[in-house]
């Protein structure tokens, strides 16, 4: 037990649910690119909102392909949107429409 009465298990545990997991160099990447594009809607402020981004290293969508990024944003009413990104900043509204675009680059993707 730790000096404030929590096991350190919890509290790594808690630890961890609050720290962000880190992007890969390549996501790190498209995350510029999505963001040096003046009409992103990602360059918009949302009062109230909030705005996550997420590559391969998260367990949810483990199914991307390095320096592709998922977006999450959360509108002040708790509604979520999600969007996803790939390596030259394009934007992808839903998962059928990135794995339609990795049809047509000849990538072939097996679902887990």
Known sequence: MT???????RRNATMADAE???L???????????KDRPHQKG???LPGGTVRYFDNN???YG???NGWLAEERRVPSGKLYRYYYD?????????TKV?????????IFIHP
């Open 58 to 60: 998260e367990p949810r």
């Open 20 to 22: 962000p997991k880190q």
């Open 43 to 45: 360059n918009r402020k």
């Open 63 to 65: 199914w991307l392909l």
């Open 3 to 9: 000096s404030s009465g929590e096991s350190s298990s």
């Open 99 to 107: 794995l339609c675009a990795w049809e047509k680059m000849g990538v």
């Open 87 to 95: 390596p030259v900043g394009r934007q992808y509204r839903t998962k």
């Open 24 to 34: 890969s160099p390549l996501s790190i990447i498209t995350l510029q690119n999505i």
